[in-house]
């Protein structure tokens, strides 16, 4: 067994406590999706506190390179977290300039051993933010009983993200045209806090419509086949949602020599292409959703299409 299993064994045994060089640390578990083979890996990291917020730094003891998980949260954003007997997923979004050196000082008062490890390598060292997510914020149904309430409440949380990284690019793009005086202006990058948001909506997205073309239509299907139309245009739909995500990902690629007007132009025709096909699809599935109790007795392939499609948190 590998050190860092015996970690995460004995974490997960003793609610979060451990023994060994981790006695008396703050320690967390971090699960990130790899980004070449796309299987799960579970690490062990020391954390500190930052107001609400838990920061993580990619130090890899001082080491020339990232370390491999940091690699991971860069292809997918959302992690999972393990902290003491609670676990949640979150959004992980490295800091640049300014606020990394904040936060990094403030990492470096907390726990200085990583002020020694800056020193033996001239990369700068990542400093992640593990953003959690907050549903009760959700404008959404506040009570699941109906499949109908399940797809709504997935809905609601895809034009949330939506709209947060509308913000987000347009709070960008106005320090930019506000940005006077000495230094250099803002670079023309879209910034990882955008970046990794687009990036995490944009594979919650796919996922929502693979599990819907994959067991929510054929389920439905099933039992009222005069709505095949209706599922042919939903499916024509999310292949034009998809190559719009395509060229989302390709701009954020090379997030140093992203075209922000390119970007901004590709935001708003998603925005108006996917609420356009929420809206139809919530016309067209509703009805035939609200008397299919949430959640199942029974799991099914249909039940199972919607269960999993959002930021869970």
């Known amino acids: 067994m590998s050190f860092d299993q015996?970690?995460?064994?004995?974490?997960?045994?003793?609610?979060?406590?451990?023994?060994?060089?981790?006695?008396?640390?703050?320690?967390?578990?971090?699960?990130?999706t790899g980004a070449k083979s796309g299987t799960e890996r579970t690490t062990p990291l020391g954390y500190v506190r930052h107001?609400?917020?838990?920061?993580?730094?990619?130090?890899?003891?001082?080491?020339?390179?990232?370390?491999?998980?940091?690699?991971?949260?860069?292809?997918?954003p959302v992690v999972r977290v393990e902290v003491g007997t609670e676990t949640f997923?979150?959004?992980?979004v490295p800091a640049e300039g300014a606020r990394r050196e904040e936060l990094f000082g403030h990492v470096v008062r907390v726990a200085p051993g990583y002020g020694d490890y800056q020193v033996r390598t001239t990369r700068p060292l990542p400093v992640v933010v593990l953003e959690r997510a907050e549903p009760d914020a959700w404008e959404g149904p506040r009570?699941?009983?109906?499949?109908?309430?399940?797809?709504?409440e997935v809905h609601t949380w895809l034009r949330a993200q939506l709209r947060q990284v509308r913000a987000e690019v347009d709070a960008h793009f106005a320090a930019r045209a506000a940005h006077h005086g000495p230094g250099e202006p803002p670079g023309p990058?879209?910034?990882?806090?955008?970046?990794q948001r687009c990036l995490a909506f944009c594979q919650s997205l796919e996922f929502h419509h693979s599990s819907?073309?994959?067991?929510?239509?054929?389920?439905?299907?099933?039992?009222?086949?005069?709505l095949a139309d209706i599922f042919d245009r939903l499916r024509d739909e999310h292949r034009t949602v998809a190559d719009i995500q395509g060229r989302l990902v390709a701009l954020l690629a090379d997030i140093g020599i992203a075209d922000p007007r390119c970007?901004?132009?590709?935001?708003?025709?998603?925005?108006?292409?996917?609420?356009a096909h929420l809206d139809y699809e919530e016309e067209s599935l509703l009805p035939l959703l609200a008397e299919v109790p949430w959640p199942p007795a029974l799991r099914t392939g249909l039940a199972e299409a919607v269960d999993g499609d959002r930021l869970r948190a």
Not at 51 to 76: C, F, M
């Open 6 to 32: 015996s970690v995460i064994e004995e974490f997960r045994a003793n609610g979060g406590k451990v023994g060994g060089p981790f006695e008396g640390g703050d320690l967390l578990l971090l699960t990130t």
């Open 51 to 76: 107001g609400d917020s838990l920061l993580i730094v990619g130090s890899n003891l001082g080491a020339p390179s990232h370390p491999g998980w940091y690699h991971n949260l860069l292809a997918h």
């Open 89 to 92: 997923e979150a959004l992980a």
């Open 143 to 152: 009570e699941v009983h109906s499949l109908a309430d399940k797809l709504m």
């Open 189 to 195: 990058g879209l910034g990882l806090q955008i970046r």
């Open 212 to 226: 819907e073309d994959a067991h929510l239509f054929p389920g439905i299907a099933g039992y009222h086949p005069h």
């Open 263 to 275: 970007f901004r132009a590709e935001l708003d025709r998603m925005s108006a292409e996917l609420n």
